[in-house]
Structures are given as C-alpha cells and as structure tokens.
C-alpha cells in the first residue's frame, strides 16, 4: 500500500508541475542534444606470410604409421603469432590433386597440409602461382573445393568466369574496414589453364579493369599481393619495380610479393603510408640453398576513424625451418629466429645463425623507410 500511495503521489506532483508551466517541463524547453558524436575508432592487424611448399622429404615427415599425414609439429611454434593477427592470409603453393602425392616439379599435396596450415591460424590463402595448375584441371578444381569445403577465403584461381566475377576482387570485411586483395601470377610453368577454369596472370589490362572494380567497392586499403621475380635473387628485378610503381599509380595501397623463395627488401613509401615488400621467402619447405630455409613474415597494424584509414605501423619477424636432416626429428619445424640456443641443437643454430645474419645484412642495406623487425 505505501508503495502504491509513493507512485501515486509522485505522478501528482508531475502533472501539476508540468500543467502550471503551459505545458513545459520545469519552465524550461525540451532540449535537444546537438553534442557532435566522436566517430568511432577501429583497428585491424593483417600478418602476410609467404610461399607454403610441400617437397618429398615433407611428405617423408609427415607420413604416419597409419597412412595418414600430420602437420602439426611443423607449425607448433608460430601458431601463436599466427593467431594473434585478425587476419593472416599466406600463399598456398601445392595442388590438392589427390594420390599419388607428388612433391616437386608438379606439387600434389596430401589433404591433410591444407587442414593444418588453417588450424595454424590462417584465415586466407592465396591460389595464383606458377605451381597452381601442378595437377591440371583436376588439381585446380579439386583445390579450390576442398578450400570450400573446409572452408577458407581463397583468391587467385576460379573455377569459371562466372565465379571470378563473383569472388574477385576479393574483398575482405572484418573489424569496420573494407580491404580488397588481389592476387596474380607471373605464369604457370609452361601448363596452360584448361576452359573454363581461370588463373589470374600479371596482364596489366586485366589488372587496370580488376583496380578499377576494386576502387568502386568504396575499400579502405586495395592490397596487391602479386607472384613475380626471378628465384633465388636477393634484390627486385627491374620488372618488379616497374610493376610495384604502375600498381601505385592506378591506386594500389600496398604490394606484398613472393615467389622468389628468398626475401627481398621491404619498402616503405609516402611517408610510411605505403608498404612495398618485394618478396617474403618460403613458409616452409626443404629447399637448402642460401637464404631459402627460412623468411619474413609482415605485420600491418591499421586503424580506422570516420572515413579515414591509415596505415599506423609496419614491421616484419623472421623465422627459419628446422629439418629433419638437421634436427634428427622426424617432421620439420618452423623456429622463430629468436628461438633460445637451449631448443636447438648446434646444426639448427648454424642454420638459424647464417640465415639471420644474411637476410639482417640484406634489409640493413636495401630497406627503405622506419621498417623494423620485431621478435615473438
């Protein structure tokens, strides 16, 4: 009963304050908050990683007693820094065609490679390489199923014309920014795509129409991540510049490249708003010559307020593959190049020690730009 009289009483008193004033609320008039609302602030971090090779004696490791196939050691200790970007995104350079497994000229790696290169934390795999038609049209097609069925974002090669024009340029939507990637091939080792399937190759018409059609998504950031350059050479060609440059000029953001399984230097122009990193190296592998055991991952931390995006830092890790020949373990491992001495025996160490030494010796001569290495 009180609290009933309470709420009564109250609702008195309102009415006739509000019928003594005409109508107005406390004698004063509504209000209307015109306060200017801060435009929200996002953030995103993308980390690119390079060349996801599958050679025989990786698939010596990874066989199991059963007949089946694990990855998962070589990943282990990276997956955390993969997992820590929003979005990690790397080239898958093997076919899934299916048994009989093949290592090199003609990659067909078993089903269980692409499982674990996602468990490890990537988030989208790039298609468009010159190992993409390893296994024909039936590598092509069975790849790009699988990669849907899983599923994982994957841009580079398309089934038709049809789902090309559907699924590229790829735009990816995470965390209030819109980024499209794009993603090209310098070619295919000589094998020729097979209609109606479709691999994007560095044709600077097609490329101009693919920029075009990126630009009218309304993206924050158009990243080009494109497979050129000549193998094993520590320094850009003269054709990859000219191309980074023209892909600047038609309103590219930023170029991430790879192919020549080696790192090359990293470039940042326009007063540290534009990111040019030539080549990232392998991934993994059990390639042996100077500088290919091992690579450079790139983190790209951006940030979003209103309409304007930018990019607000830049940095790189290396990281180097342990093999079996070296370790005496079964499977191959992806160290990062801080990994402490007491993990590692003196063979792992020589290979971490000289790998460092000459990509370190490479970036300190040739990186443009406040680009700095990070650890993890």
Known sequence: MKKLITTLTLCTLVITAFSCNNGKLNGNEPQTDTTEQEPEE????????????????QLKGALQADGTYSYEECFRFVKPEIERADVAIANFEVTLGGKPYKAYPQFSAPDEFLKATVDAGFDILLTANNHCLDTYQKGLERTIELMDKLPVPHLGTYVNAEARRQQYPFLLEKNGFRIVLLNFTYGTNGLKVTPPNIVNYIDTVEIKADIAKA???KPDFIIAIPHWGIEYQLLPSAEQKQLADWLLKQGVHHIIGGHPHVPQPIELRN?????????????ISNQARPNTYGGVMVRMELSKKGNKAKLDNAGYCLYFVSRPAESGRKNFRIYSINTPDSMLNARERERRNTFAASIRNLFKQHNKGNIKEYKF
Request: charged share 5%.
């Open 42 to 57: 996002h953030h995103l971090s993308l980390l690119i990683a390079g060349d996801l090779m599958q050679h025989g004696g």
């Open 215 to 217: 630009r009218q998504m």
């Open 271 to 283: 007063n540290g708003n534009t990111l040019v990193a030539y080549s990232l190296g392998n991934y």
